[in-house]
């Protein structure tokens, strides 16, 4: 059995216990060791976050700008992603808060796991250069000491973008400095995950039992709102394709066609690495130039990932409703900051580790509580399957609307 499948079901262990312990008596002193017990073991995931961060952004620019080689197919490229990426944030941000206005989550339940009193209330007012001074830290070691995880963010991006612009032997220390960061949290991440069943039942049961057999309701509500957002995500790639794609609905057709191979990959494997050869097909099928495949698909796979933002802000925005917290706008700004970060940082990584790196880091920036995440992490199995599916769908699309672009731009001017 592995790993994420044994914390779902301490998950549903603990859930069950602390439903029912109630009933049988000694429900505090249980409260009294699993409470600390859970927070103990969420303490330790939390303080890998900044350096854990800080090491997978660096390396993650560093080698996007490496990847990109300044060709004209790999600039378009990256300027396509960065927009669909934004796409993707935005989506999130009109589509669930809409979504859980027309269908809230059981706030009952949801109370008693938070600790939170139900109800929507928004955030005070944000000065708004209060709020650009805080994207600038002038001390970077105090915001550090802090966990501010944005400043953090904005400032080891920027230094990952000025050592693009060194040489190649200045540029090497300081990538074997933060890939061996990186590796070194990995490292400790594992260790830290061994414990993640008793960590994950400990936390699981003191939900349970201050909010019982709920509990139970505000996860599987959680799994749809999260499913939902991501299958009508993929569902705009689909009408992005007949857009933009040529041919219309009937392009698209044959696009949904040529991608299901590599759909059917993803969902069994979970991996969009491992689809690539299924996609490198189906661009055959749409005879897609492969001088744009060949540089667009390594590329796509590696760095963009279109349902990272949409999922990780839809997580947030969930967690934040569960708490009785609506972002404003300028929060929402620092989320789809955060977001877009952790998309290209976080490739390549198991999706235990990617959820948590991703999404506590837009947590902070939104001001919303990290506490429930490790819970939500133990039910990511189906949710992970619609984002690998995304993904899929997205790199397709994408090679396929820039080989049209770039083939109407290099044609030659009618006479």
């Known amino acids: 059995m592995n790993l994420t499948a044994k914390i779902f079901l301490a998950l549903v262990a603990g859930l069950a216990v602390g439903a029912v312990l109630p009933d049988v008596g000694g429900s505090d002193a249980v409260l009294a060791i699993a409470e600390p017990l859970g927070n103990l073991w969420l303490q330790a995931l939390q303080m890998t976050i900044i350096p854990l961060i800080a090491g997978l952004l660096f390396t993650g620019i560093a080698e996007s700008i490496g990847t990109a080689g300044g060709g004209k197919v790999a600039a378009a490229a990256l300027f396509s992603f960065l927009v669909l990426l934004l796409f993707s944030a935005t989506w999130a941000i009109l589509f669930v808060p809409a979504l859980l206005e027309y269908w809230p989550a059981p706030l009952q339940a949801a ?35 802090a966990g501010d995880m944005l400043p953090v963010v904005v400032f080891v991006a920027a230094f990952a973008l000025a050592a693009g612009q060194l040489p190649a032997r200045q540029q090497a220390p300081l990538l074997a400095f933060f890939d061996a960061l990186k590796d070194a949290m990995l490292v400790l991440v594992g260790w830290i995950f061994v414990a993640a069943p008793i960590g994950v039942f400990a936390l699981a049961l003191t939900v349970g039992l201050k909010a019982g057999i709920g509990a139970f309701g505000v996860l599987a509500h959680y799994v749809a709102v999260l499913v939902l957002v991501q299958v009508t995500l993929i569902l705009l790639v689909y009408g992005l394709m007949a857009l933009f794609g040529g041919g219309g609905i009937a392009g698209m057709g044959r696009f949904a066609r040529a991608v299901l191979p590599a759909q059917a990959v993803a969902v069994s494997t979970q991996s969009s690495i491992a689809a ?3 996609i490198y097909e189906g661009a055959e099928r749409l005879a897609l130039p492969e001088s744009v495949s060949r540089v667009v698909l390594p590329l796509a796979v590696s760095i963009f990932r279109i349902t990272s933002p949409c999922a990780n802000i839809a997580v947030v925005l969930y967690v934040g409703h569960l708490n009785g917290i609506a972002p404003g706008p300028l929060a929402l700004a620092a989320g789809v900051i955060a977001a877009l970060a952790a998309a290209v940082s976080t490739g390549g990584l198991p999706g235990s580790i990617t959820f948590l790196a991703a999404t506590v880091p837009i947590a902070n920036a939104m001001g919303v509580p990290v506490a429930a995440l490790p819970l939500l992490l133990a039910v990511e199995l189906l949710p992970d399957i619609f984002r690998t599916l995304g993904n899929v769908t997205a790199d397709l699309a994408v090679t396929s609307i820039l080989s049209k672009r770039l083939k109407l731009e290099s044609a030659p001017a009618p006479v």
């Not at 709020?131 to 000491?145: D, G, I």
């Open 111 to 145: 109370a008693a796991l938070t600790g939170a009193a139900p109800g929507a209330v928004a955030a005070g007012p944000i000065n708004v250069g209060d709020w650009l001074l805080s994207l600038v830290p002038a001390n970077v070691f105090k915001v550090l000491a």
């Open 276 to 278: 690539l050869p299924a």
